[in-house]
């Protein structure tokens, strides 16, 4: 098994792409061309990092980072896929979370942030590759895409170093009409199955979901991408900020980032799955 510190190392490379902004609506408001570096050095003992961002006016702007330790606010897994972010919800505090995922020359990434008040306000999808890139980037995702039945196996991994998980997982999705959506998620976790439905809007390019008194929302985004979250996080409720990749036409992965009851990070999934049916 991978260190923390190879996981990361999986992530090395120039990689060239976007950091597009959205409306917690689905609105594109702004597209940035960026190019990431991120370089091993001292024998990969230290990471070095670089961020270039070309400006409206043309000019550009850079950010160098370099570390050789990881924080507690971020959890990897063996093919690089990733999140960081907020360890625990505060009131009057802004809130979110990085998650990224790699699949050979391409990489997407997501961020979610949260105003003071815990209502989900910016949302940034960065589409990436590699400069001799040949995987082409996958269209808008569709609630058709999701459509059908899902099976893949999960790892569960915990900020506070206890031992991985890894079950089984089924999803079923359908769509009822043009304006209503059903899903059912199984899972075999330590020999009990656990079997949660919910029943969403369609609404364009939007999906929500009512889970007790909360509002889950899925943003369907470029790449096949979807972004996943509450449209309000607090503490009293748990929550959870996902990731999800349409990779190829019956291939997703989605990564999803756990809060508790307390609003503290306690674990993060990533979900490799197939299009059955």
């Known amino acids: 098994m991978r260190s923390q510190w190879e996981c990361l190392l999986q992530n090395v490379g120039e990689w060239h792409g976007s950091f597009t902004r959205f409306s917690p609506q689905g609105e594109l408001l702004e597209d940035t061309p960026t190019v990431v570096s991120l370089e091993g050095i001292d024998n990969n003992q230290t990471m070095r990092q670089i961020i270039r961002r070309t400006l409206p006016n043309q000019t550009v702007d850079e950010k160098v980072l370099q570390y050789s ?70 269209p808008v995702l569709k609630v058709e895409d999701l459509v059908g039945e899902w099976h893949g196996e999960a790892v569960t991994r915990y900020p506070d170093g206890q031992v991985a998980d890894t079950y089984p997982t089924k999803l079923r999705v359908e769509k009822i009409s043009d304006t209503q959506i059903v899903q059912h998620l199984s899972i075999m976790q330590q020999g009990t199955q656990h079997t949660i439905s919910s029943t969403g809007k369609i609404s364009g390019s939007v999906l929500s979901f009512e889970t007790g008194s909360q509002w889950n929302q899925v943003l369907l985004l470029p790449d096949g991408a979807s972004a996943a979250s509450p449209q309000q996080v607090r503490i009293g409720q748990v929550f959870f900020l996902e990731l999800g990749w349409l990779i190829d036409s019956d291939r997703r992965q989605r990564i999803i980032r756990r809060y508790n009851e307390k609003g503290e990070w306690y674990s993060l999934t990533l979900v490799t799955e197939t299009q059955v049916n």
């Open 69 to 138: 330790t990881l924080g507690k606010q971020i959890l990897f897994f063996e093919n690089g896929a990733f999140s960081q972010g907020s360890i625990q919800l505060a009131p009057y505090s802004e809130f979110g979370a990085e998650h990224g995922l790699i699949v050979g020359d391409r990489r997407l990434r997501l961020v979610q942030l949260f105003d003071k008040t815990g209502k989900l306000d910016r949302i940034t999808l960065i589409r990436e590759k590699l400069p001799n890139a040949t995987t082409p980037e996958r």
